[in-house]
């Protein structure tokens, strides 16, 4: 798919009007000082003969500098400047009109190229042909759960606060909110508040909830004195909060049950005029949300009503069984036991599910798997029963526990980039693996899915093509310091950050897009595109690929590069006279 920005660049070097008005206000030479009289007639006869001409695509830059009488085109600037407020506001606005009607037109052509979900995306060039060995979580990467457990872990962790730690009965009357919160959203543990903040560690605006409601964008500003959070106070590179660190950010697709939770507590103590000590709150919310996970609830709660919480399992044993028809050797390394994992892969796959993999790990305790020298493997039968024996090899067909990735790789050989690892948790699952280990890695998204089909919808491309016009136009513009052109263009800033909000709540109305703060990448964002050499909503993109298949990342322009390379330059301009 073309950038949506080549297209938008291509409408600013084929409108004639915008190029009369960069050849008046960009190509610089020394100022020249014009008479004032000369200048307001030039001005008026610029405005006469031209300017008409100029909403009708029939001056080029070129006659309009000569017919000006300017010496240059920066004398032709100051010829501008001295127009009427009237002259002015006249003029800007008919350049509106003029992109907005380009822009539209652009419409039906962003609209034919879409993007289709299944894709696979690369972060760094990859073939498939160079990959042998192929390696697994399984929460949400092998298996994955529908909205319900969502649901399940929240009243559980819920129950577990009211009844252990001695919460409030009234907690019982929130329930799970589905659509409330987006994964990868920071936490300020000291000052109790959810955020989005994007790749440079500036809040989004907008996005800060304390409770289930929104913080007002000048209170947020006092409180951080600006957007700006500092490094000192973000979790480390690896996402893990240390001394110092007040902020916590939900990577994870488990914690949307605990950001429902912490927010709903909040608002219940603000609702109620508790006093409450926020830090108590958050490791509270922590512990009971882990209790569910270490205790097995949530794990007997699956294993009972599979059809209930898990999905796409038609896919995944397709996709496991394409690998291994074509020879690739699979593992599967997990922090799930083995008894949750054995049944839900008898559901999803079948009973020969273990027949499919040179090696099984359960309970790994990742990340420290990936770092911890210490923990050797430890066989584990069918029934959980552990033996003491060392362990010299891994084998084919039996089940391991814990160990550590340094011993893996030692009693494997299973070195570099001939290995691929998928996983979603950006930083427990890929993090190490592609900094220290030199192995390929493959995020699983699902939440993309879903915000493709969005972006896909006449709605959203209608909104972001003149939305991407409109910020030209405002960039071009904004010379302009008079009063009357400055009226003007603050008129269309207020459209633009309508615009922005409306985009925002296409994807989720209290936090937007995982992907996006408005234009910046959001931390999330940034995180992935450093940890994954490619990302996809599900295995099942693998389906659509062969394995000689090389993935390319798209080169997207620098700042300071030009927007077209050749090959999209032929492809713009076709499209481009296919709708005039």
């Known amino acids: 798919m073309t950038p949506l920005s080549l297209y938008l660049c291509s409408l600013l070097k084929n409108n004639k009007l915008l190029i009369c008005y960069n050849y008046l206000h960009t190509h610089g030479a020394p100022l020249h000082l014009v008479d004032r009289a000369a200048r307001k007639t030039r001005l008026a006869r610029l405005l006469d003969m031209n300017f008409r001409a100029v909403f009708r695509g029939r001056v080029t830059g070129k006659v309009l500098a000569q017919q000006s009488g300017a010496k240059n085109y920066r004398e032709a600037t100051m010829c501008t400047s001295s127009a009427s407020g009237q002259d002015m506001t006249n003029w800007l606005w008919s350049i509106y009109n003029e992109t907005k009607k380009q822009t539209e037109a652009l419409i039906p052509v962003m609209s ?109 500003i006092a409180m951080y004195d600006g957007c700006h959070v500092p490094l000192e106070n973000m979790s480390d590179f690896y996402g893990k909060s240390s001394h110092g660190h007040t902020m916590k950010q939900f990577m994870d697709i488990f914690s949307l049950p605990e950001m429902n939770l912490l927010c709903c507590v909040n608002d219940y103590f603000m609702k109620h005029n508790i006093d409450y000590e926020p830090v108590h709150l958050y490791k509270d919310v922590k512990a009971a949300i882990g209790d569910v996970h270490v205790k097995g609830i949530m794990y007997r709660a699956v294993e009972a009503d599979m059809e209930n919480y898990i999905s796409y399992g038609e896919q995944t044993h397709a996709v496991l069984k394409k690998l291994y028809e074509d020879g690739k050797k699979m593992f599967l390394i997990t922090n799930s036991p083995f008894d949750f994992v054995d049944r839900g892969m008898n559901y999803i796959v079948g009973k020969d599910w273990r027949d499919l993999f040179d090696i099984v790990i359960v309970q790994a305790d990742k990340p420290g798997f990936f770092n911890d020298r210490r923990k050797p493997f430890r066989r584990v039968t069918d029934k959980g029963v552990l033996h003491w024996d060392r362990i010299h090899k891994l084998e084919k067909g039996k089940i391991y526990k814990q160990g550590n990735l340094y011993e893996f790789l030692r009693l494997t050989g299973w070195r570099g980039s001939k290995v691929l690892y998928f996983g979603d948790h950006i930083y427990s699952d890929l993090a190490d693996l592609t900094l220290k280990h030199g192995w390929r890695t493959g995020a699983i998204i ?125 492809h713009v301009d076709c499209n481009l006279k296919a709708i005039h």
């Not at 498939?128 to 298996?143: M, P, S, V």
């Not at 009234?170 to 300020?188: Q, S």
């Not at 989004?204 to 409601?213: A, D, S």
């Open 446 to 570: 699902p939440e993309l899915r879903k915000e493709i089909k969005i972006m896909n919808t006449e709605q959203y491309v209608h909104l972001m093509t003149w939305l991407q016009g409109l910020t030209g136009l405002i960039e071009h513009m904004q010379v302009h310091r008079d009063p009357a052109s400055q009226s003007v263009v603050q008129e269309w800033i207020k459209e633009r950050e309508a615009m922005r909000s409306q985009t925002k709540d296409i994807f989720n109305s209290q936090f937007g897009s995982l992907f996006r703060t408005y234009h910046n990448p959001t931390y999330f964002s940034r995180r992935l595109s450093r940890f994954a050499d490619i990302y996809m909503a599900s295995l099942s993109c693998l389906l659509n690929y062969d394995f000689q298949h090389t993935f390319f990342p798209r080169r997207t322009p620098l700042q300071h590069e030009s927007p077209f390379w050749p090959e999209q330059t032929r």
């Open 112 to 220: 034919k190229n879409s993007v289709n979900p299944n894709t696979i995306f690369a972060n760094n060039e990859m073939s498939l042909h160079d990959i042998e060995i192929y390696g697994f979580d399984y929460d949400y990467t092998l298996a994955f759960y529908s909205r319900h457990l969502h649901t399940l872990i929240f009243n559980i962790a819920r129950d577990i606060l009211i009844q252990e730690h001695r919460y409030p009965e009234g907690l019982r009357e929130y329930e799970y909110i589905p659509n409330f919160v987006v994964r990868g959203l920071h936490y300020d543990v000291q000052k109790a508040l959810l955020m989005k903040i994007d790749a440079f560690h500036y809040i989004q605006l907008g996005t800060v909830y304390r409770g289930l409601h929104p913080v007002p964008d000048k209170e947020v």
